[in-house]
């Protein structure tokens, strides 16, 4: 890797936005958390781009560059939206899927659903498992096997899947495939390949009722993570015990969190469901 800056870093946060360092570029983006004021008006003007409707700026940023969150890294570009195919807050998530693989000194195949540009595929093996990562993304998967190769994993063991993802899961089960931890991140709404819809209000609970029947018989954990603002981590959470009553462990949930250098500020930035057996 060169030598370059790779750090990511929530720099400020303030009406409505959140000014954020992902290496050598500084991004100016919309966050609706944000409802306090910024802490150094004057640190903003050093923004690389900002996006309002659209990206402004990007002819100074390069179409692909690298950042380095966790001890994982990643491809990062500016997407149509306001999106750069990172979510640093993440970095929660990554640590307990690594820390529950290494500890268990045993082979671990994970099922990544709604994989996106695979951080949680990378956890998973930057900790020696085996991942099966399905998403309805023929641009995302790429995006994921391009961070894949970035890592230099030696022979990482994955497999991409291009597909709906509830189709997939009923088709694993019809299968006899089994996995000792499934990781999901459901969006709100979104379409598969084939157009198939999908509507987290109708269908989480379908999906976890279904996804637990992967689980092998020495299961490791559930992780569920979300971005749906109108839904408690608690909601989640709740859906998730539903489906697990009966096999022991235990379920908590969280807000995924990002602290900002100015002013040591704690931006909240998602929230997940776990269960651990």
Not at 180 to 186: A, K, R, S
Request: charged share 25%; proline share 4%.
């Amino acid at each position: 890797m060169e030598n370059i800056d790779l750090t990511y870093e929530l720099i400020d946060s303030g009406e409505g936005r959140k000014l954020e360092r992902f290496g050598e570029v500084v991004l100016d983006r919309p966050d609706p958390q944000v409802i306090w004021n910024k802490s150094n008006k004057e640190i903003w003007s050093d923004a690389t781009a900002h996006f309002d409707s659209s990206w402004h700026g990007r002819n100074k940023v390069p179409k692909d560059w690298k950042v380095k969150i966790s001890n994982l890294l990643f491809h990062v570009k500016l997407s149509t939206f306001k999106h750069v195919g990172v979510f640093p807050e993440q970095a929660q998530n990554w640590n307990l899927i690594q820390n529950l693989i290494s500890k268990s000194q045993r082979k671990v195949r994970v099922l990544n659903l709604f994989g996106y540009t695979g951080g949680a595929t990378l956890a998973v093996l930057h900790a020696g498992g085996e991942v099966c990562h399905v998403d309805g993304s023929k641009t995302a998967i790429e995006w994921a096997k391009a961070n894949v190769a970035l890592n230099e994993f030696t022979e990482p063991k994955v497999r991409f899947m291009l597909d709906d993802v509830l189709s997939f899961v009923r088709r694993e089960i019809r299968r006899g495939n089994t996995y000792e931890m499934i990781i999901m991140d459901p969006p709100v709404s979104g379409h598969g390949p084939k157009g198939e819809v999908w509507k987290i209000e109708r269908d989480l609970a379908i999906l976890l009722t279904e996804s637990v029947k992967l689980l092998s018989g020495a299961p490791l954990a559930i992780v569920v993570n979300g971005y749906a603002s109108t839904f408690s981590a608690i909601s989640y959470a709740q859906a998730l015990r539903d489906v697990v009553k009966g096999m022991g462990g235990t379920v908590t949930h969280q807000e995924l969190c990002i602290t900002q250098t100015e002013g040591n500020r704690v931006l909240p930035a998602g929230i997940s469901a776990h269960f651990v057996a």
